[in-house]
């Protein structure tokens, strides 16, 4: 079966500082994509990141950016700079290129200021 | 309106009611989704829909009855449901079901709680 396994079901993080969350995805396959969605309070969750498995060069947008070690099957989020409405739900997410996408259980992120 | 809507945002029901979900993407995707989030559990994909047609049911009960009219709206409709079936109910677009990235955009979700 192709899961993916959020390990931390809550982190906390002080404001400013840097935070890593922690996604590993089990696969057969060789081609396929990684996400990683944010789900404030408010519910509409969006996208914070992406990745292809192909590409070895770790992705990033803006504060944002990812630990992809394919070979591991891992793939970390790390926010630097947290700020306060970083607080939210972060799925990991793994869609292989011709099959559904498959979520995480979350990890809720508190931001302390 | 821009992105993916779903009313209403709040719904209760008894276990007899009938009622309907409703999404409305303004994106022009042509692929449509049915997910039911519960706390501490992953998303649960239900249906799949790609120009109008169902592409997937993940062995969900029959008291859950998917629409879609068109491209751009999908409902839900809810008959005789199980307290169990109170949840998150989120609803997503992508611009194909297949290939590249095909990243999906949520809606805010319906909040169903079923007494």
């Known amino acids: 079966a192709q899961t993916v396994t959020q390990s931390q079901p809550e982190m906390s993080v002080q404001e400013a500082e840097t935070v890593t969350l922690s996604c590993t995805y089990d696969t057969s396959e060789s081609d396929y994509y990684l996400f990683w969605y944010k789900q404030p309070p408010s519910r509409q969750m969006i996208l914070v990141i992406r990745?292809?498995?192909?590409?070895?060069q770790n992705a990033t947008e803006n504060r944002f950016s990812v630990n992809f070690q394919k070979a591991a099957k891992s793939f970390s989020l790390k926010i630097s700079d947290s700020q306060l409405g970083d607080a939210a739900m972060y799925f990991c997410?793994?869609?292989?290129?011709?099959?559904?996408?498959?979520f995480g259980a979350g990890t809720r992120l508190t931001v302390k200021p | 309106e821009t992105g993916v809507t779903q009313t209403p945002r709040h719904l209760v029901m008894g276990m007899t009611n009938k009622k309907s979900l409703k999404c409305e993407q303004h994106?022009?995707?042509?692929?449509m989704y049915w997910y039911k989030q519960s706390a501490k559990k992953p998303l649960e994909l239900m249906f799949v829909?790609?120009?109008?047609?169902?592409?997937e049911n993940n062995s969900v009960p029959s008291r859950f009855s998917p629409e879609c009219p068109n491209s751009s709206h999908l409902f839900l409709h809810l008959h005789t449901l199980q307290p169990e079936d109170s949840a998150l109910y989120l609803c997503?677009?992508?611009?194909?079901?297949?290939?590249?990235?095909?990243?999906?955009?949520f809606g805010p979700g319906t909040r169903l709680t079923v007494l």
């Open positions: 990745q292809e498995a192909y590409k070895q």
């Open positions: 997410a793994y869609r292989p290129y011709n099959n559904d996408m498959r």
């Open positions: 997503a677009s992508s611009q194909d079901i297949l290939g590249s990235y095909n990243e999906q955009f």
């Open positions: 994106l022009g995707h042509n692929a």
């Open positions: 829909y790609s120009l109008e047609e169902r592409v």
